[in-house]
């Protein structure tokens, strides 16, 4: 019965979009930080989104018709870091550099707002889902 | 007589349910590169069953059993055209999802809708 995947299916999206949510604000919280070091410098990290399969679904002449999403993994901005010249601050390097991170706040607001919005949509499929079923149980009263 | 009680309707509610779930992972894959949004043919794969024949049979392998009253008809996803293609190569627009979802939402409770007041007709002729 497919009703019952579509809580699977958006439940992975709430999954996916947790953790977009949370790199989200792992960014935003270190947009602001600084390292006298470029290699270690903090880059703005995103996940990368991937359509998982179901090949134990055999519904609707055996293709895969539900497909949730998973994260595949999560990726670091090959953006720059902005390199600042200050020489007496205590985190800078013998030239008198610091290297602040590569996050773009707008950027991340705008993919928090986005993040925000799938987030609802899933809710939205969950909450219609158990609707429906529950008025298919109490079909025929 | 109680073959087909339901006529249509019956069908028609697994059919609506199957769309459900593909518009819901269309929505769920909303941001995923690559993804591409699907959909079933609703008209094309209900029209093979009137609701008064039986259904059509097609065994493509030796271990396919034969339809029982009541399964769905065979029929193919197929990928929506995109009003407007993105760069990632995803195609779910979620406007044009949230529609299909909430018109398929209206008519599997109106599906569902016949087949209650159909039971209720029988209770009544039962009960009198």
Known sequence: MSLFNVFNVAGSGLNAETIRLNTTASN???AESVNGDLTKVYRARHPVFQAMMDTADTSFENQDASSGVRVLGIVESAAPPVKTYQPDHPLAD?????????????????????ANRSFATDIEAINTARDLLLKVISMGH | MFNNIFGIHE????????????????????????????????????????????????????????FSDGELPSGELKYRNPYQASLDGNTVEMPVEQAAFSENNVRYQA?????????ADLTLAITG
């Open chain 1, 28 to 30: 935003l919280a270190n």
């Open chain 1, 94 to 114: 013998k030239d008198g550099f610091v290297y602040s991170s590569n996050v773009n706040s707008i950027e991340e607001m705008t993919n928090m707002i986005s």
């Open chain 2, 11 to 66: 069908q028609a509610l697994m059919l609506h349910g199957e769309r459900l779930g593909v518009l819901a992972a269309n929505l769920a894959n909303a941001d995923t590169p690559g993804y591409k949004a699907r959909d079933i043919d609703f008209a094309a794969v209900l029209s093979q069953t009137d609701g008064a024949t039986a259904l059509p049979l097609q065994l493509t392998h030796a271990a396919h059993i034969t």
């Open chain 2, 111 to 119: 599906s569902l809708n016949f087949i209650n007041l159909t039971i």
